[in-house]
């Protein structure tokens, strides 16, 4: 019988070449499969974002571990001996694939549904690319090759989640403007991180009043894409497993449709032949050095104090960061927050070690994609998003006259936590 890799990557050729149907067709008359495996690949909507593949063959003492390891306790035991992944809880940070000792652990595979998405003619399917690409498919990918390749999959464009980026950087320094009044006031940044605000919703809720209303940078492209164009789907790409939970979430499910990694979209280039170095340019620059920073460690704090200093230059309280990567030192950051031991005032967390540079389905180590997010974002012709005419552009097109109206009741912009 077939492995779930080899299964998956039948499929994902078939969907390539247009013949998912027949294939489909001919996997289950050949009973060449685990329908438990045919069901994950064809309806991932199903599934948590971790998935167990086959029953676990693990000792006792090991599925205690698997079990207690979790830091969102999203793992149990059933009663059969099988490790159960909560789908409510599970934020996919995906800690329990790298230690479950057969591999029986992966995230969900959401590529076949998005391949019959691109076969299809009724709806434009556009990708959205996580500020973390610079450098992930080969250093001499530039922004407009990768465009082209995406465009050659079928995609109707790719769009820099860097600029959504921008606008969320403009919304939070305009709201740290309006929030941080005395020195004793604080603001948790809400607009990047998925792990960082599951950690603080989940078990240190007491500070959700600190946390601005702001949808992440990937929402906020999703959901501006579909008003722009009311029949398109979208698709993110990026380095992390978290973001297919993100993109569940009831609140803002209706920004993005799937989720795929930079591991896997390197699957699909591959297997369509297509290698994106090698592609003409299609250039469109975007987005300023504010939102490219987003995918490294302290970037969002720098975007938005550089902002606020752009916005009001002679305020009296400046915005003084403190930022932690990787759980172990979000959690000791907000423990900190929550003993009275902080000074800062604008508070930045983000789940995997570097940034979502460190993301786990990263395609390079963190020190070179940290150079290259770091090279890319001094390369913008704008600063700040206050300097960028696309952002103004582009807020206009969606109905916000002044940058102020981003703070002004519910928008697409805006997120509610509890």
């Not at 998935?51 to 999203?74: H, I, K, P």
């Not at 603001?187 to 009043?209: D, E, G, Q």
């Not at 800062?344 to 150079?371: H, R, W, Y």
Request: negative net charge; charged residues 25%.
């Amino acid at each position: 019988m077939s492995s779930f890799a080899s299964l998956h990557k039948r499929l994902t050729k078939a969907g390539l070449s247009g013949n998912m149907e027949s294939e489909i067709e001919a996997i289950k008359q050949s009973g060449d499969c685990d329908e438990h495996h045919l069901d994950c690949l064809l309806n991932p909507q199903k599934q948590p974002p971790v998935m167990r593949l086959n029953a676990c063959s693990c000792t006792e003492e090991e599925r205690d571990n698997c079990q207690t390891s979790c830091f969102f306790d999203a793992i149990k035991v059933g009663e059969d001996g099988n490790a159960v992944i909560d789908n409510e809880n599970c934020t996919g940070c995906g800690d329990c694939i790298g230690n479950c000792p057969p591999g029986n652990l992966t995230d969900r595979k959401e590529i076949v549904p998005i391949l019959n998405l691109l076969n299809a003619e009724d709806s434009p399917v556009y990708a959205m690319i996580a500020p973390a690409y610079i450098g992930q498919f080969s250093e001499q990918v530039s922004p407009g090759k990768l465009r082209t390749a995406f465009k050659k999959l079928g995609f109707a464009g790719l769009i820099e989640v860097a600029l959504f980026a921008d606008i969320l950087t403009l919304k939070e320094a305009l709201e740290f403007d309006s929030a941080i009044q005395s020195d004793k006031d604080y603001m948790l940044t809400s607009c990047c991180c998925p792990l960082w605000i599951a950690m603080i919703k989940k078990i240190y809720n007491k500070l959700v009043p600190h946390l601005p209303p702001s949808v992440s940078p990937m929402a906020a492209c999703g959901r501006s894409i579909k008003i722009l164009y009311p029949q398109a789907k979208t698709v993110f790409i990026g380095p992390c497993i978290a973001k297919k939970a993100e993109s569940r979430n009831k609140d803002i499910a209706d920004a993005v449709d799937f989720v795929l990694t930079f591991e896997e979209m390197q699957d699909i280039f591959e297997l369509a032949g297509i290698v994106p170095k090698e592609q003409g340019e299609d250039k469109r620059d975007h987005s300023s050095t504010a939102g490219r920073i987003y995918a490294r460690t302290s970037g969002v704090s720098e975007a938005v104090k550089s902002t606020v200093q752009r916005l009001r230059p002679n305020r009296s309280i400046p915005l003084k960061a403190a930022h932690a990567d990787g759980v172990p030192a979000c959690k000791q950051l907000l423990k900190n927050i929550t003993d009275g031991n902080l000074s800062a005032n604008f508070i930045e967390g983000m789940g995997c070690e570097g940034g979502c540079v460190g993301g786990p389905k990263s395609l390079l180590d963190v020190e070179q994609a940290t150079s290259n997010v770091n090279e890319y974002g001094g390369g913008a012709e704008y600063l700040t998003p206050v300097d960028n005419p696309y952002v103004i552009e582009l807020l206009e097109r969606l109905g916000f006259n002044t940058i102020e109206s981003l703070t002004k009741g519910d928008n697409i912009f805006t997120r509610k936590f509890e």
